[in-house]
């Protein structure tokens, strides 16, 4: 695998859905706690390096949610915590944070994800969080779809089971960017 490059003044962190709601949830392979550490750790890289941080986290209610009809739908056993849609606080935005609020799986559709990165000059992101293959893949296939080089933090994700997340990390990812670990990206930053 060759090494990696990371361009400090054309490269943000997108961090997927590390919100209450979500990383409280089981994860496989990577449990959820390691994923938020790993994540943690590259928020604090690119904020000592200048680089953006982009934070995105579900902000939805049963209005707003999408509605399709399909074999398996997702549902909230009665109403949602409070603070369902707060950032876990070890990444908690500071502010020069983008935040970005959605309503679906991926980050770019319907939010202004793509023109915050435009307008910073950025052509290439850091992409982590939870779940590997919804949030994280939805994101992943517009940005590659928008012409973002990616990189991909495989022990910074994790989904609901080691099959999800290994069919995204191993069959996926790679077609559209580079898989790497927290180490390797740690390592390019300096």
């Not at 392979?29 to 604090?44: G, K, Q, T, W």
């Not at 580079?178 to 390592?187: D, G, N, Q, S, Y």
């Amino acid at each position: 695998m060759p090494g990696l490059d990371i361009n400090k003044k054309t490269t943000a962190l997108v961090v997927i859905d590390l919100q209450k709601g979500i990383a409280t949830q089981p994860t496989q392979p990577h449990p959820a706690l390691e994923v938020i550490r790993n994540a943690a750790l590259l928020v604090r890289a690119f904020r000592k390096n200048v680089m953006p941080v982009c934070l995105v986290h579900v902000v939805s209610s049963p209005e707003t949610m999408l509605k399709v009809n399909s074999d398996q739908s997702f549902s909230r056993p009665g109403g949602m915590p409070v603070d369902w849609s707060e950032f876990v606080p070890e990444i908690a935005p500071v502010p020069t944070d983008v935040v970005i609020a959605k309503k679906q799986w991926g980050a770019f559709y319907g939010t202004d994800l793509e023109l915050q990165l435009r307008r910073r000059g950025m052509d290439a992101i850091v992409l982590c969080g939870i779940s590997t293959d919804i949030g994280v893949e939805s994101t992943a296939r517009f940005a590659y779809e928008y012409g973002f080089q990616q990189v991909f933090c495989e022990d910074a994700m994790s989904s609901g089971t080691a099959e999800q997340h290994n069919a995204a990390v191993k069959f996926i990812f790679p077609r559209m960017g580079r898989v790497r670990k927290t180490a390797e990206i740690l390592a390019a930053l300096g």
